[in-house]
């Protein structure tokens, strides 16, 4: 069996964006094409990395046939989207960031982890703070 995770934003926006750190996160989807792990992100994933997109265009970090190029190749990566089926799913995404202070978002991608056993690739300050606790965070 695979190893699994969930990528949130912030690990796609680095590679993206070809920040430095997005090497790590680069690792993590070649991995995945090569089928030796399994990557899964929330729907909203599809909304937050194409609001990464149109920032960097208005921002002039990119030009908009490369925003457009970037995401036609991450519709084409491995990434299973999880549709959470049900009130419960989203309850607990509810409990999670009031428990840790975090955002409706960045709950959603912590409890895609815990939910499904997989590790999560962020670097969301918010949830690598809670590292400690779940130890599955990187």
């Known amino acids: ?5 969930v990528l949130d934003c912030s690990a796609m926006a680095s590679v993206m964006l070809m920040e430095p750190e997005g090497r790590e996160t680069d690792d993590l989807l070649e991995q995945a094409l090569a089928d030796r792990i399994i990557i899964s992100v929330p729907s909203l994933f599809w909304y937050e990395i194409s609001n990464v997109l149109i920032t960097a265009v208005r921002k002039k970090r990119l030009e908009i046939n490369q925003a457009r190029g970037v ?68």
């Open 1 to 5: 069996m695979a190893n699994k995770w």
């Open 71 to 138: 995401l036609a190749r991450l519709w084409e990566l491995p990434i299973g989207t999880d549709t959470p089926d049900g009130v419960v799913v989203y309850r607990r995404i509810f409990d999670l960031a009031l428990m840790h202070d975090l955002s409706f978002y960045d709950a959603a991608y912590l409890e895609l982890a815990d939910r499904i056993g997989a590790s999560l690739k962020t670097f969301d300050k918010a949830i690598l703070r809670l590292s400690r606790h779940y130890p599955w965070i990187h």
